[in-house]
């Protein structure tokens, strides 16, 4: 716990720490997205095979106008520190909103994103969802309450590694499109490599670990 913050903190794959309860634009950083998206399985586990959010969020930033691709790939970015719950729970859970929306305004104040989802995020993240079902989902019992078509995509079902990778570059294409770039103005252990997949979290990795041992 801090004194002057809320709630506790939680470790970010740089080592990081974050607080999900009193989130600062200053503390997002887009690895961290990009790794904790491409960790985390869509639909809360229960596809055919491991399916990642920050996949998801990379299809739907290419079947948007060009202007709302960056707020569509980071459409979910909150979910790398409160993680993707499916719609039917996350109705019932009662301050989840309220998290997800300060997290949320976290997000856009770092990368310069309206608050407001276009409607063409919206439709496309439905479309993905549909598309997704029909790919890598059992069929249901009954049919969902979704609306709306699925999106022409077939997923991949990208492994982590290049998840985060296909993240982060689509990241960087639609930012320096834009004639910025964000890619953490240099404050996380990752940034500067030239390939994205190379990046590693550096606290309590594996790698950290072995070096730390041979250094001992």
Avoid at 89 to 116: H, Q, T
Avoid at 152 to 157: H, L, N, R
Avoid at 176 to 183: E, K, P, V, Y
Wanted: charged share 25%; aromatic share 8%.
């Amino acid at each position: 716990m801090s004194a002057d913050r809320k709630g506790d903190w939680m470790q970010v794959a740089s080592g990081r720490k974050f607080w999900p309860l009193d989130p600062r634009a200053d503390e997002v950083c887009i690895e961290d997205v990009a790794h904790g998206l491409s960790m985390l399985c869509r639909f809360g586990g229960h596809v055919q095979r491991f399916y990642s959010v920050a996949e998801h969020s990379v299809w739907c930033s290419r079947i948007v106008p060009p202007e709302h691709a960056l707020q569509a790939l980071m459409h979910d970015a909150t979910e790398a520190y409160c993680v993707d719950i499916p719609r039917p729970l996350k109705r019932g859970l009662s301050n989840y909103a309220e998290i997800e929306a300060g997290i949320w305004s976290a997000v856009c104040d770092r990368f310069d994103l309206v608050p407001d989802l276009d409607a063409s995020v919206k439709v496309a993240d439905n479309a993905m969802c549909l598309a997704e079902a029909g790919q890598i989902m059992a069929r249901p019992e009954i049919d969902w309450s979704a609306t709306g078509n699925a999106a022409e995509v077939i997923v991949e079902c990208w492994s982590p590694e290049e998840g985060r990778r296909r993240f982060l570059e689509r990241f960087a294409e639609l930012t320096q499109a834009r004639g910025s770039c964000f890619l953490c103005a240099g404050k996380c252990r990752g940034h500067g490599l030239v390939d994205p997949v190379a990046w590693e979290p550096e606290v309590g990795s594996v790698a950290a670990l072995a070096r730390a041992k041979a250094q001992a």
